[in-house]
């Protein structure tokens, strides 16, 4: 075994050249994999991140007819306790603000009419702070003006900065809303806008508004009710013992029956499962590219074998087995796999180290292309993904080691008498 | 020690049938030093692939000390090829990147020797063959004869029932190759191994002790020097 261990790390440096260029082409699969991976997963986390911190919160508590018909926001399933339930969770130690979220159309009084779909939030601005980070995403409109955050009781609303470009509406210009209140019935708020938002996630910027609490449960007849209350908890917390606490502490909430507790993956599940395929997905075409490289150690082994393929027939001759040929050369193979991935590695680990530190602004590239499914614009940085690395690398040098079985196999079916007459 | 008992070997090419070896009975002993000679195409170096257990007979049986090489499967012969019989190539075959003493200690360590034994032997057939001091030398800073005499210990260093050589001498000027011929001598006298080479070079027919010559895949002349 040590002969042959000796002997394919001998041939590893015999063409150092082809070695060399074929290792490159590893490490350069490897390290995109890598690199590309990190992306992928930094921008998944980041985009969590944001949903949790603008979209979702970290859980919520909802009717369950509510949360069964969830693509439709329907406000007559909403919670006719919200006073109680915000307090009992409040009394268990969570940070919980009661929200009315509905589908909505928004125009510009003064333009020209057209609608846009929206998702209408109508938020209490004080409670609302402790679990979301809207405030600090208000930013100075184009024309100058500092925005403001929402009074309570003042028929104010807060726009995403791109819807507010599409509605051509600025700083305290009007706009109206078109929504169903709790009963059914079409009804139309208007207000002034207040602020404009710049958060990091799309949806927030394009597809959302905000009005006061107060004015948004007078127009759809739903005073002293919400249809969420939305709870938030520290990033890294384990979901499930936390819902069940949550749950408990609603559980003792006379007519609390029929609600339910969602973490932020139920709510944004079908979110994540498209995220995760779309990375999935990406990977998909990564290996690809791993694969090709793996190809050229297969070529680089078929040369090698033909090469070599009176020498196999001399060893052969004097009775070393075929197997302990192959194995030799499985060995060699799986050689160019390790200094390509280590190569490799090291390439992704760098590269790595910049997009986690510093990122990547993507931001002009974003705005061109619009929503493309993260919950993520401009800096997209990379997060340390290291199974992947170490995946990278041991799949590397097992492929690699794989590729040598092909040609292996069809230099040792020849004949030792063929072999020896190679030229 | 060898018995070729009528030896027939047919290969196609294409769709012709060449009939290399058409019955050949010989025998063998005991630490002869012979030669099959014949022209090209004779079927000198079918016959030494037979003996070798590199290839098998189409019809007829060779025994290797009594043991019918036919009988094995590609294993045993493998196995029998590695304790037995020791090869010498026409271009000597080294192992570019193994030094002289890597080479022969190959031989070896496919025998599964203690690392000790195995530098002890190697070293003793090093000096046997006069390559004392250059165990550390690759074949590419070695002249041709060197190469040659590194391949000879590589097959003698097991101590092998039979040596083959295959045209040893073809790549070598006549100097060298006699000087080859003469240190295969020694050996087969020293090691008492069964010698058996192939050859259409007179110079070399002229060491040999016993000359079988070939002719169409027949023996037509076995003759013993005294």
Redesign the interface.
Known sequence: M??IL??SL??L??YKRRTFLTAIAIAAGIAAFIAIDGVLLGAELESVRNLVKYETGSARIMDSTYWKNHDFLLPKYHLNNRDQILKAVTDAGYAATPRITVLAEVSNAAGNGDQYPCILAGIDPGMDERVFSLKETIVVSPDGVQGQYLSPEKREILLGKELAEKLDAGINDAVMVKTKTASGQYTTLDAVVTGLLYTTDPIINSGMIFMPLSYVEDALLMQGRATDIVINFPEFAELDPEITKIAQAVSGVPGSENTVVKSYLEIASEYLTISQTKRGGTSLILFMVFLIAAIGVSNTMLIAVFERT??T?????????SGSILLSLVIEATGIGFIGGLGGVILGILANIYMVNWGLDFSSLMSEMGNIGYRSIGIFKSAWNFSTIGNAFVYGMIYSGIMAIFPACIALRR???KS?QDK | MVTVKKAVKDYTAGKVIVHALRGVDILINKGEFMSIAGPSGSGKTTLL?LI?C??VCTSGDILIENEHVGNKNK?ER??L???KIG?V?Q?F?L????TAF?NI???L??LGLPNDEIRKRTMKILDEVGLGGLEKRFPREMSGGQQQRVAIA?ALVKNPALVLADEPTANLDSTTGKEILKLMEDLNKKHESTFIFSTHDAMVMDFAHRLVLLHDGVIVDDKKKN
Do not use: H, Q, Y
């Not at chain 1, 027939?313 to 087995?321: K, P």
């Not at chain 2, 192992?95 to 193994?98: A, E, S």
């Open positions: 040590w002969f000796s002997l001998k041939n440096f015999r009176r020498e027939g001399m060893m052969r001759a004097l009775g070393m087995r004949s030792i008498t020896l | 692939n070798g590199l290839d294993i493998t196995m090829r590695r304790k090869f190539f271009s075959n192992i570019p990147v193994l890597e200690a190959f031989s360590s496919l590589r």
